[in-house]
């Protein structure tokens, strides 16, 4: 059986810690071809030297201005895309906050972040998306990073659990404009971890209660395999 | 026929003419391209992403300031991208007209440029004082970044405000190998995809490195267009090979596309993988694949008018210009475009005639 990992192309947002590096981590390690991108260009240079033949590209999914340099970087980087997994996300305001004690700008800012970033990135490489699922005759795939806060009002995760829920609806459409362009659009929870955002919002959490990053990046890598495999059945 | 002057790409009012393989001319609106085309067809895009290729700097030895628009390179691999040729001018931007651009300080091999967080070697002349090849120091990755941070895409003085790289990327773009936009491909829309699909039209896509479409210098316009290197897709020569069986028509988006695919049937059947276009295409070429055309509207004496003359007879060209002209249609990258179906063995304007009023469908304004 072939490793459908094998040099398959997949870039990563915020790729230099939490699900993100260890999502690289694993990639790598199965022998994808990986671009990553975060905002600290020091913690990108590290990460990428740590991972010899990864691609760390320094950016803000945030910033307009950045997404189409990033969606260069990433194309030139790989020769092109199959996999988009947008996994950068703002918490909204820290220390979490009521609704009515959110400021609208740190709602804006967790809609840039979560919802508006991810539609920009997608935009811009869905050229890349939809030329691999042309060549290789099967899927190409986005997977978009998704939360129970997109499902269930948990009380003071307003920016975060309204952005996450606007994209996992950005993804469900998605997913139904692009079908007749074999460029699927999935969602993954990857549930509560011992991540650098679970200890922001939640500072006095007990780790050992929590899902260490790497077991919810290889359901992750599983899912990956599984959507990609589905298609060349079809 | 009027310049477009605002990087807009799909505006609302954008307009096509097509003329028909019998030289009959039809206005529409662009949007209902996709009507034009035929169950059985096969539209071929550009789907290179173009490159912020405008990197300003400093020479060096002189200290002067200096403009490196990159113009070529010898392959489209990702990380052969150390050498480029490029063209170089003088103090200045994009708001003055190239033709009147100062010069840049006189250039040998050895020279250093510094090009924001990038520095280029020069590594000879190539036959003109602006057309050099250079190289860049550091890794591919360091490379891309800086050009994707520094650079800025080209642009002229038709249009005045400054191009960002989202004005200049079609709906497709995939590798960023482009000097220019292969601008017949801002046509482009997921809509536009989609009423293929419905159409029973279909799509494929090849990459293919447009290169500079003027320089401002006569004796360097002259040698327009440079070598392209360009990739075939096994795919898209698959979705050839199974429209010509079913008696469907290769359409082009583009002159870029044109050149690729006539260059890759040069030399027998149609093959996949890499190549670099090199021929120049008119009146007198042969085209063993495409069957029509999608283009925007170029100005006689161009590279690219020069490779319409390969569709439609010059008498064809003629009268589909002063209809361009007499219905303000806009010429340059964000103009609106024509589909110009290949000539059928060049008509006598007798055979025209009957066939228009045979063909007869919307604005029939000659027949």
Not at chain 1, 207 to 230: C, F, Q, T, W, Y
């Amino acid at each position: 059986m072939n490793n459908p990992l094998q040099d398959l192309r997949v870039a990563v947002t915020g790729g230099t810690s939490g699900l993100g590096l260890a999502l690289v981590r694993a990639l790598h390690a199965h022998g994808a071809r990986v671009a990553f991108v975060a905002r600290d260009a020091g913690r990108v240079q590290r990460a990428a030297a740590e991972l010899p033949g990864t691609h760390g590209i320094a950016g803000d999914i945030a910033s307009k201005t950045d997404t189409h340099r990033l969606a260069l970087q990433i194309n030139a980087a790989l020769g092109g895309l199959d996999v988009l997994v947008n996994n950068a996300s703002s918490l909204g305001p820290v220390p979490l906050a009521l609704l009515a004690d959110t400021e609208c700008e740190e709602l804006e800012a967790a809609l840039a972040a979560n919802l508006v970033g991810p539609f920009r990135l997608i935009k811009a490489l869905l050229g890349s998306l939809s030329a691999s699922a042309r060549e290789h005759r099967r899927a190409a795939l986005v997977v978009n990073i998704g939360s129970d806060a997109a499902v269930t009002p948990y009380a003071g995760w307003g920016a975060y659990g309204a952005s996450k829920a606007a994209l996992l609806h950005l993804s469900r459409i998605w997913n139904e404009e692009l079908a007749e362009h074999h460029v699927r659009v999935a969602s993954f929870d990857p549930g509560d971890m011992d991540t650098p955002l679970h200890a922001l919002a939640v500072p006095d959490a007990d780790p050992a209660g929590l899902k260490r990053p790497a077991d919810s990046a290889r359901e992750l890598v599983a899912k990956i395999v599984e959507a990609l495999g589905e298609e060349s059945a079809a | 026929m009027k310049a477009a002057h605002r990087p807009i790409q799909r505006p609302r009012d954008a307009k096509l003419l097509v003329v028909s393989a019998a030289g009959m001319l039809q206005y529409a609106p662009r949007s209902e391209l996709a009507n034009f085309l035929r169950r059985g067809d096969l539209l071929v895009a550009n789907d290179a992403a173009t490159l912020p290729a405008s990197l300003a700097g400093i020479h060096l030895r002189t200290g002067a300031p200096i403009e490196v628009r990159l113009a070529g390179r010898r392959s489209l691999a990702v990380d052969d991208l150390r050498e480029f040729s490029a063209v170089v001018f003088g103090a200045g931007d994009h708001r003055t007209r190239t033709e009147d651009r100062a010069a840049p300080p006189p250039l040998h091999a050895g020279d250093t440029l510094a090009l924001g967080p990038l520095k280029a070697r020069v590594l000879r002349l190539l036959g003109h004082a602006r057309l050099v090849s250079l190289a860049f120091d550091g890794t591919p990755d360091a490379i891309w970044a800086g050009i994707a941070q520094h650079g800025k895409p080209v642009q002229y003085a038709h249009v005045h405000e400054p191009l960002a790289l989202w004005d200049v990327w079609t709906r497709v773009a995939a590798l960023p190998v482009a000097f220019e936009p292969p601008s017949a491909g801002f046509v482009i829309d997921w809509q536009l995809l989609h009423a293929l699909k419905q159409r029973g039209v279909g799509f494929a896509t090849l990459t293919h490195a447009a290169g500079l479409s003027s320089t401002g210098d006569p004796a360097l316009d002259a040698r327009l267009p440079f070598d392209e290197p360009y990739h075939l897709p096994q795919a898209t020569v698959d979705a050839i090979a199974a429209t010509r069986r079913r008696g469907g028509r290769v359409i082009a988006l583009g002159t870029t596309v044109t050149r690729a695919l006539e260059h890759a049937a040069a030399r027998g059947p149609l093959r996949d993988g890499d190549g670099v276009a090199d021929q120049k295409l008119g009146a007198d070429s042969a085209l063993r694949i495409v069957d029509a055309i999608v283009s925007g509207t170029h100005e006689p004496g161009t590279s690219h008018y020069e490779l319409l003359r390969a569709f439609a007879s010059d008498a064809v060209l003629a009268r589909a210009d002063a209809a361009l002209l007499a219905n303000g249609y806009r010429t340059h990258e964000f103009g609106d475009s024509v589909l110009i179906e290949r000539g059928t063995a060049r008509q006598s304007s007798e055979g025209v005639r009957r066939r228009g009023r045979r063909d007869r469908r919307g604005d029939l304004i000659e027949a």
